[in-house]
């Protein structure tokens, strides 16, 4: 079991940065590929980015590919999201979650753990 609490959400400007974390509880942290995902009222939880176990591997949504970076701390089991280039459409409540999946697996069906998420507003 892995239990994740994400943190680090808020209102930002457009052209702005944030970075969200995510600590999880468990001492196989490193043993699981970790994924930010969002999601808007009415749609669908998409994908953002995955890192794998060890950190070595990324793997990102078109969407956000060059302005987000996925990065973790296995010595602290946690994980982040840093966001920069904001833009009003990455509004949205955003999830971290944890699965033995690879990288690639970027369905929020293959992921088997998830956070409470944290609201991220941007604001044009």
């Known amino acids: 079991q892995v239990q994740l609490v994400e943190s680090g959400g808020g209102l930002v400007q457009a052209g702005g940065s944030l970075r969200l974390s995510c600590a999880a509880s468990g001492r196989t942290f490193s043993s699981y590929t970790m994924g930010w995902f969002r999601q808007t009222p009415g749609k669908e939880r998409e994908f953002v980015a995955s890192?794998?176990?060890?950190?070595?591997?990324?793997y990102y949504a078109d969407a956000v590919k060059g302005r987000f970076t996925i990065s973790r701390d296995n010595a602290k089991n946690t994980v982040y999201l840093q966001m920069n280039s904001l833009k009003p459409e990455d509004t949205a409540v955003y999830y971290c979650?944890?699965?033995?999946?690879?990288?690639?697996?970027?369905?929020?069906?293959?992921?088997?753990?998830w956070g409470q998420g944290t609201q991220v507003t941007v604001s044009s």
């Open positions: 890192i794998s176990g060890s950190g070595d591997s990324t």
């Open positions: 979650a944890a699965t033995t999946s690879s990288i690639f697996a970027s369905s929020h069906y293959r992921y088997n753990f």
